[in-house]
């Protein structure tokens, strides 16, 4: 063997044994759902099992209500998705396909607003949907509409500043072909330019649906008495006691909890990867 | 949040159809109204829910904000700045400050030296390889910070933990049941182990986007020239991958100012006596477990004074790489 293939294998290696230690965690959460709860429990685990069972799943699902939980992490995601997807996108026509005074303010404020530590902001958001809650119990404390609210507003600024690309890559002559053969501006924008952005718009939704499916300090902070609207992060914070080792339920939930968002992920892994080698090409 | 949910270089994104000029031919009619019409939905959400409340927190920094006010019991009194006043006098606020930008400090250098060395070995491997690792490296950036932080938990935990287990197999019997979160040291480190197992993988992504995206011609003029592959980084990859390399140390900088989740959750709420506190979650405690607004508010207004020095340099680097704002 030369020195050239012998680098490279020694690369292979490493590479390998990288992924096998950052794979690690995963791996280990979704085997210790399996175990049978004695085998959680040893002192001395095993990485693997001969007995793997839904036991945990069972548990976490109907005794500690977490299948109540998991539909309302899907209502609150899904409702930021579809209702994300139709601001950003108008607000993203307005600042690539238009010259306005305040425009570069406009940008400079979206992106200011990713930069906001959101935690801080849950303690005027906290009193206001109190106060709000006077008026129209209908999106008060306690209420799922609330958390759509807040996870509809933070994802706004990101959504707006990546789909500003997609939309700047569809060439403006389509538009113009169309308004020459006498299409209105809305039947322009919604029958000719959604469809040409809907793949970016994809993209985009992937990231709103993470932010408001991973969320738990609003959900926390504003879910205090209805237990029956908590989501999944802030059921599983109440649910996580160490002391108490049930490991096999907490890594039933934890499971529950991040395979929708991995199945996401590595749909628009390919997506994300060229986009971001676009932003570098450029 | 830590979550890989605001990668700002993607939002830069596709670069094709750069706008002409003074922008596309739009049509005469309504042309001035258009854009606002089409920002008014986001403007209706904005408004409200991001620059009021911002408004809001620093109006609660500036009132006396107790149990008592906050349930009405008792009007709310402006007392100026007595809270900040408070804040700076205070010992704790001055450790936790240190603590949060020694953790930042932490995370920011391990994710770029981990995120870095891997998007150079990904240059070097075989496309089986490649595969391999980014899948992994995606599914750790994938998972949320929650399930990551109690899965970590689990790993570390002191009885039933891999680790220790492993350890003492090892021969080292001191870790027998060894209490990871008992020492604020070792808290912070497997704090700051899994914010970097969340967030390398964008870095590595983003790098190796970067150092495909330089042109094979000039690599191969500089090795026709004699540059050995140390002076070939210095003085041809490293300078291009400059400016991209400027965006992701600001982004990262930003994230891990600001981790609250892993540090909730792990150290529950900020670990023995406050010892694992940071910033972000020192102003939420503040607020809801001791029921002083106004203080959490000030500490609030404090992070995003001090957040805005490294937002102002990504806005100008984004400038300068001739990113349109």
Request: charged share 10%; hydrophobic share 55%.
């Amino acid at each position: 063997m030369n020195t050239r293939s012998r680098r490279r294998l020694a690369a292979d290696t490493t590479a390998y044994l990288v992924a096998v230690v950052a794979a690690f965690p995963i791996f280990w959460m979704v085997l210790s759902a399996f175990k049978p709860k004695g085998e959680v429990q040893s002192l001395h685990p095993k990485p693997w099992t001969t007995h793997p069972t839904l036991e945990s799943f069972r548990q976490v699902l109907s005794v500690d209500g977490f299948g109540r939980y998991f539909l309302n992490s899907v209502v609150i995601a899904l409702a930021v998705v579809v209702l994300s997807g139709v601001v950003v996108f108008l607000a993203a026509v307005a600042v690539t396909r238009f010259r306005f005074r305040f425009r570069t303010t406009v940008m400079v404020m979206f992106l200011i607003a990713q930069m906001i530590p959101v935690e801080a902001l849950t303690i005027p958001l906290f009193f206001m949907f109190r106060d709000a809650g006077r008026f129209a119990p209908g999106i008060g404390l306690n209420t799922l509409a609330s958390l759509i609210l807040v996870q509809l507003a933070f994802s706004l600024p990101f959504g707006i500043w990546m789909m500003r690309g997609f939309v700047a890559a569809v060439p403006v002559s389509i538009e113009e072909a169309a308004q020459i053969d006498g299409a209105s501006r809305t039947r322009i924008l919604w029958r000719i330019l959604l469809p040409l952005v809907a793949p970016g718009l994809a993209a985009t939704s992937v990231f709103s649906f993470i932010a408001a499916w991973n969320d738990f300090v609003f959900a926390k902070t504003f879910i205090i008495s209805a237990t029956q609207n908590q989501t999944l992060p802030s059921a599983l914070l109440v649910f996580f006691k160490p002391d108490e080792n049930d490991w096999g339920g907490i890594m039933a939930a934890s499971t529950l909890m991040t395979l929708p968002v991995l199945v996401f992920f590595v749909a628009v892994q390919r997506k994300l990867v060229s986009g971001l080698a676009g932003a570098v090409k450029d | 949040m830590s979550a890989p949910t605001t990668t700002a270089p993607a939002a830069s994104a596709p670069p094709a159809g750069r706008r002409r000029g003074a922008g596309p031919a739009a049509p005469p009619r309504g042309r001035r109204r258009t854009p606002l019409l089409l920002l008014l939905p986001a403007a209706v959400v904005l408004i409200p829910l991001v620059a009021y409340p911002i408004y809001q927190l620093g109006l609660l920094s500036v009132l006396d904000f107790g149990q008592a006010q906050a349930s009405g019991g008792v009007p709310t009194r402006f007392v100026g700045f007595d809270n900040y006043r408070g804040i700076l006098t205070d010992q704790q606020f001055w450790t936790v400050l240190a603590q949060t930008v020694g953790f930042a400090a932490f995370c920011v250098v391990a994710t770029l030296v981990v995120g870095a060395a891997l998007a150079v070995l990904l240059t070097r491997i075989g496309r089986t390889a490649r595969l391999v690792l980014t899948t992994a490296s995606m599914a750790a950036w994938a998972a949320p910070a929650m399930t990551g932080s109690t899965v970590w938990s689990f790993l570390f935990d002191t009885n039933l933990g891999l680790v220790n287990d492993v350890l003492v197999k090892l021969g080292l019997s001191g870790f027998h049941e060894y209490n990871w979160f008992y020492d604020k040291w070792t808290a912070f480190l497997i704090v700051g182990a899994v914010v970097v197992w969340h967030s390398y993988p964008f870095v590595m992504v983003t790098l190796y986007a970067g150092i495909n995206a330089i042109p094979a011609e000039i690599l191969e003029a500089a090795s026709l020239d004699g540059a050995n592959t140390w002076t070939t980084f210095r003085r041809v990859t490293a300078p291009m991958l400059r400016p991209i390399l400027t965006i992701v140390v600001i982004q990262s900088v930003i994230w891990d100012f600001k981790v609250f989740t892993q540090i909730y959750v792990m150290t529950t709420g900020g670990g023995i006596a406050g010892q694992n506190l940071v910033l972000n979650v020192y102003a939420y405690q503040k607020a809801f477990a001791s029921s002083q607004y106004g203080l959490g508010a000030a500490i609030g207004v404090i992070m995003l004074l001090i957040l805005v020095i490294p937002t102002a340099l990504y806005i100008r680097t984004l400038r300068r790489t001739g990113n349109e704002l």
